[in-house]
């Protein structure tokens, strides 16, 4: 019995290996803080031309983030055609839902939403530890008690939420001039959703 | 003083390029622009959209063309910033984003169905139904300004508001559609060309 609880105990612990080790990242000294440039400018608005993959169902739309103050941001999604489907308020630590179409206010969905946006407008990053990847600097980070990896500070390329070792959700950014991604994906790996998000302004 | 009395001009001035109309002149509009919109068998205009938001500096402004055939096909494509084109057709939405094609089937949705509608009847110009709407009419210099509010509460919390300017001939210059927080979206025609021969296949999803 107490053989069998060991080996569950090692199997455990195997397959909840962290994601640096899995990924076989070099452990480095290097704790700077980190910045997302992405959503950071006061005086630009920021639009994008969306597509949702949501289990096999394609969504269009428009995508604007704007960053009113110092840790405040809106968040609006829009159909083509102008109509406002969601708008999310993020004040320092207050999350607020504006509005939302009642059809997709389901308190899942909002949090998934809520925890992807979240991330692409927080700037100032606490490292937590610091990693080196193909050359690349791979910072790991804290938020919402979920552990984040992000790759590139120069520009920002990649950031990876990974539980259990695994990567769960990946954002990519890429096309980036002036400190601003013209192309994002937003790619889930425990549920079915996708996002694409290509500038438009 | 001087200043002041340049604003109080300028504040009698302001509000004299929006009167209300009397009820004569607003019935009179009313005829105008239903007789016109009966006449209206097909449109095929430019158009330039205007999204604002308030927390926004500048509007998104996205253009395209809209093409209209009696009694009820629809089509928005999107050309500029984006390519996109929605068509609304036999109780069905298509789109076609970028090259990707999908449908929406309206005819069990009641909001749809309705938003449908209006979409028609707004473009022509026709929404004149006091039991739908509180309708309020305007003067603008060299146009007419109708406001129509939803009397429908799941309709109102969509849109609180359609603006529709009519140039001198009833005819749909301007479609505003305000929601409940003052956000709103503004389309604007030009080059409307109307009654001229549109082919089905324009409609084709």
């Keep these: 019995m107490i053989r069998f609880l060991s080996l569950s105990l090692v199997l ?4 909840c290996a962290s994601y640096p080790e899995k990924q076989q990242f070099q452990s480095i000294n290097d704790q700077a803080d980190f910045h ?7 005086e630009k608005d920021y639009v994008y031309k969306a597509s949702i993959e949501v289990y096999d169902k394609v969504f269009g739309g428009i995508f604007i983030v704007k960053k009113i103050d110092d840790l405040h941001h809106r968040v609006v999604f829009t159909t083509e055609m102008g109509n406002k489907i969601l708008d999310f308020s993020f004040d ?18 909002i949090n998934v939403l809520k925890k992807d ?3 692409l407008i927080t700037e100032n990053l606490k490292l937590k530890a610091a990693f080196k990847s193909d050359k690349q600097t791979v910072g790991q980070t804290v938020i919402d008690s979920d552990d984040y990896f992000y790759f590139g500070t120069n520009p920002l390329n990649k950031i990876v939420k990974s539980k259990c070792g695994k990567a769960q959700v990946v954002f990519t950014f890429s096309e980036i001039s002036n400190n601003i991604a013209h192309n994002i994906n937003i790619q889930h790996f425990n549920i079915k959703f996708k996002m694409g998000l290509k500038s438009i302004n | 003083m001087r200043n002041l009395v340049f604003l109080i001009f300028f504040i009698v001035f302001a509000t004299q390029g929006q009167t209300k109309m009397t009820t004569e002149e607003a019935s009179a509009l009313k005829l105008k622009a239903q007789a016109f919109a009966k006449d209206t068998e097909s449109i095929f205009s ?23 055939k009696a009694p009820d096909l629809v089509k928005w494509a999107y050309e500029t910033p984006f390519s996109y084109a929605i068509i609304f057709r036999d109780n069905k939405i298509f789109i076609n984003d970028e090259g990707r094609k999908s449908d929406i089937d309206i005819g069990r949705n009641k909001m749809f169905k309705q938003l449908n509608n209006l979409i028609v009847s707004s473009v022509k110009g026709d929404m004149f139904d006091d039991e739908k ?9 060299n146009a007419s300004l109708v406001h129509f509010k939803p009397k429908d509460e799941k309709l109102a919390k969509f849109i609180k508001a359609f603006h529709i300017t009519f140039n001198e001939a009833a005819d749909v210059v301007e479609v505003k559609m305000i929601e409940s927080s003052q956000d709103y979206t503004k389309i604007v025609f030009t080059n409307k060309v109307l009654n001229q021969p549109i082919d089905d296949t324009v409609f084709k999803p």
């Design chain 1, 12 to 15: 455990l612990f195997v397959s």
């Design chain 2, 133 to 141: 709407f509180v309708i309020d009419y305007y003067k603008l210099e």
């Design chain 1, 117 to 119: 946006f979240k991330v």
């Design chain 1, 92 to 109: 320092k630590e207050a999350f607020k839902v504006n509005s939302i179409l009642e059809a997709l206010d389901k308190k899942i969905l």
């Design chain 2, 46 to 68: 430019d158009f330039t959209q205007y999204k604002h938001l308030d927390f926004l500096d500048n509007d998104i402004k996205s253009t395209g063309k809209l093409a209209f």
């Design chain 1, 36 to 42: 997302n440039v992405y959503f950071s400018n006061v």
